[in-house]
């Protein structure tokens, strides 16, 4: 079959594989709303407690209120909220996607915004955004585009594809494919100064981890707010594992879209290249002595601070069920570190350092990736816990923070990982956190 005509195949396959799951979520809202004019519409919760339903309206209403203009782009997208007004790219589009698969229960907001329109424009306004050179934005506030840092965790491109899928939505489908390509040479000719085929971290908001004893005496920023220049340290700049797992992940959906746009032979690259830096990862960012993921510094000592780059390796599928070598990383990297309830397995978990390593802060700080559990570690959860066989174990996560959420009554970024409290010197309104929230109780039901 002449190529073009295999492009054309692969696009209906797609178009016409989404088209079905497309049309129920598009239209369910609208039909639940016009259903049920004077409530909104929920799923059967886990327990019959009303606490459930108001919480769960809250939340609603949180999302709802978070659905702004910014300056910088032209439709309202789904806001971080509380203090922060704007989206990142390490955790906006994947709200979106969470967003949009909740949009069953979610009536249209009163702007008109339904969740899948606010999904696709927390991805659109990064694609439209991004320089002539390839770079991504890291944010888009209310005050200004960021471009300081790369700011990345769960791959953009993973986020994309799955909602492209998820809708069938061919304009968003190819525009994610050139943006992220783009993004991927941009990486691999600012962020590999090394050579190692790695991606480098040049400053603490690279990875989002404020205030972690992971980038102690490192700058927030990059020089100039410049995410091309790295700052003058010896021990910089580093190899890490959570930035490489990030582009891997970034790889294989881009190798997806290849594939549903009909570019075969570029799909075949995007897997090689996915599987080189997957080895590389494990190769030099893995410590068997401490069962850990590390960055590795510029004189190539490990960082030896246990965080939760570990999940975020896993949270990209980096080690392979399939594979010996990968299933015996996994059993101990689950056992000594994530799984261990003097490391991260808190009563509340996932702690953002563990527990039992030395530069674990307490008190906890607002905003602090230094011990606090994050809300945004809890929502990445799903991403990878199933996938590794952990169900019982992501639904006693989902249970704890449910049960965090339901005793507060608002919606706020981290939690002590041994009460459960919430840090309370930022207002409410977190959207991570009604996102929380709404999916725990969604999937909780089935266990009811």
């Known amino acids: 079959m002449p190529s073009h005509l295999r492009a054309n195949a692969s696009r209906r396959a797609f178009l016409a594989g989404a088209a079905s799951s497309a049309a129920a979520t598009l239209l369910s809202p609208l039909l639940s709303h016009a259903q049920s004019a004077f409530s909104i519409p929920r799923p059967h919760f886990a327990s019959a407690d009303p606490a459930w339903a108001r919480t769960w309206d809250a939340a609603v209403t949180v999302l709802a ?29 994947h709200e ?15 702007s008109g915004i339904s969740p899948l329109q606010a999904a696709r424009n927390n991805h659109m306004a990064f694609f439209t955004l991004q320089r002539p050179d390839g770079q991504l934005p890291a944010s888009v506030k209310t005050s200004e585009v960021g471009f300081g840092q790369i700011q990345m965790v769960v791959p953009i491109a993973a986020t994309a594809w799955e909602l492209a899928e998820l809708t069938g939505d061919e304009e968003l489908l190819t525009m994610a494919y050139r943006a992220c390509s783009r993004w991927d040479a941009w990486l691999r000719t600012y962020r590999d100064t090394r050579k190692t085929g790695l991606v480098e971290g040049f400053c603490t908001y690279d990875t989002g981890h404020d205030n972690s004893p992971r980038w102690k005496g490192i700058p927030n920023r990059c020089p100039d707010a410049d ?91 980096v080690l392979d069920p399939a594979q010996l070598r990968d ?38 700080p607002r905003n602090s990736w230094g011990g606090a559990s994050q809300a945004l570690t809890a929502l990445r959860a799903p991403r990878w816990m199933s996938y590794y066989g952990k169900q019982a174990e992501l639904t006693q996560l989902m249970q704890r923070w449910c049960q965090a959420i339901l005793r507060h009554g608002e919606f706020r970024q981290q939690i002590d990982p041994l009460t ?29």
Request: charged share 20%; net charge neutral.
């Open 65 to 93: 209120g978070n659905l702004r203009t910014v300056p910088y782009y032209a439709h309202p997208v789904l806001v971080e909220g509380s203090t922060y007004q704007g989206i990142w790219q390490e955790c906006g589009p």
């Open 96 to 110: 979106g996607l969470v967003y949009a698969r909740l949009a069953r229960y979610i009536p249209h907001s009163s």
């Open 227 to 317: 995410a091309r220049k790295c700052p003058p340290l010896a021990s910089m700049p580093r190899l890490c594992p959570d930035l490489s797992a990030t582009v891997f992940g970034g790889r294989l959906a881009l190798a997806k879209m290849a594939k549903a746009l009909g570019k075969n032979t570029e799909a075949d690259h995007w897997r090689a290249d996915a599987e080189q830096i997957r080895q590389r990862i494990l190769d030099k960012l893995y410590c068997a002595e401490d069962a850990a993921f590390y960055d590795l510094d510029a004189q190539n000592r490990f960082v030896r601070v246990r965080s939760d780059v570990i999940s975020r390796v896993l949270g990209e599928h």
């Open 327 to 364: 299933r015996e990383i996994f059993q101990a990297v689950w056992n000594r570190q994530l799984h261990n309830p003097h490391a991260f397995w808190a009563p509340y978990p996932l702690t953002s350092i563990a527990m039992d390593d030395p530069t674990f802060v307490r008190p906890i």
């Open 420 to 448: 459960g409290d919430f840090t309370l010197p930022d207002p409410g309104g977190y959207s991570p956190a009604a996102l929380v929230f709404l999916s725990f109780a969604e999937q909780l039901r089935h266990t009811a």
